[in-house]
């Protein structure tokens, strides 16, 4: 080999051993940096439902009328609207309009589609205490109602929020307990909560029952509201000690 190529050698080789040195220890914080950010972990889904006594009634009432012509069938349902909507405007309620129709009727009986009148439906809706429904649907009756569509027994906004923040705060509770529970069964302990997502939730009003009663001297509506249930759901991860 020639003398003069040793010195060239020796620095090419150098810088392979740095370089391979220099590789050696950028590796060594890379992996600890990696290995730091794993977490022992433990997801749980927790679930509560709440009870409690309706403080609102939804009640829906209807006008309904037949007429030979669009005109007499309209023309009979705005009467006894009116009459209607007065009677319970006087009576302190706020009514609603909630549905109207006017549409014919046609007898099929024969070879041909015959028109016999039409009919004209215009529906109310108001709210009321669980303990006035009754006295408030006999008002409608008295005064032109002639179909009671539904008596609704349910929560006030504020009553809802209220049984809501019960139910999210018992969801949150049985979520550590599940998690509680099968980490003490891996002889772990749950820590702190690392993340948190709120379920869609439930609500389930009460549609109240209509009892009338049988004296001589004329029944009144009286009902029998059960209790309306607020639901909520979670789902929790922790971090597992």
């Known amino acids: 080999m020639d003398n003069r190529l ?15 040195a220099g590789a050696t220890g950028d590796a060594t914080p890379l992996q600890t940096a990696t290995g730091s950010t794993d977490t022992n972990t433990i997801t749980s889904g927790g679930s509560a439902t709440v009870s ?21 069938a309209r023309t009979q349902a705005a009467t006894q609207v009116d009459q209607l909507r007065s009677a319970l405007t006087d009576a302190g309620y706020e009514v609603e309009t909630t549905a109207f129709r006017l549409d014919p009727e046609y007898d099929y009986s024969g070879d041909n589609r015959d028109l016999v009148g039409y009919r004209a439906y ?32 349910t929560l006030s906004d504020e009553t809802r929020a209220e049984l809501r923040a019960e139910a999210l705060a018992g969801a ?6 599940s998690a509680e529970t099968v980490a003490g069964a ?45 639901s909520a759901s979670v789902t929790v991860t922790y971090e597992l000690q």
């Open 52 to 72: 409690a006594a309706p403080d609102l009634a939804v009640i829906g009432v209807a006008v309904e009328v037949r007429g030979d012509t669009a005109e007499a």
């Open 122 to 153: 215009h529906a109310l809706s108001f709210e009321t205490t669980p303990d006035d429904a009754g006295a408030a649907v006999d008002l409608a009756v008295d005064n032109g109602a002639t179909a009671i569509q539904t008596v609704q027994f």
């Open 186 to 230: 891996a002889d772990r302990s749950v820590g702190t909560e690392l993340s948190m997502q709120v379920g869609s939730g439930g609500y389930q009003p009460y549609d109240g029952r209509v009892a009338y009663e049988t004296a001589d001297a004329g029944g009144s509506t009286t009902f029998e509201p059960g209790s309306v249930t607020v």
């Open 172 to 177: 949150v509770e049985d979520a550590r307990g």
């Open 6 to 20: 040793l010195p060239a050698l020796l620095v090419a080789g150098m810088l392979v051993l740095a370089g391979c």
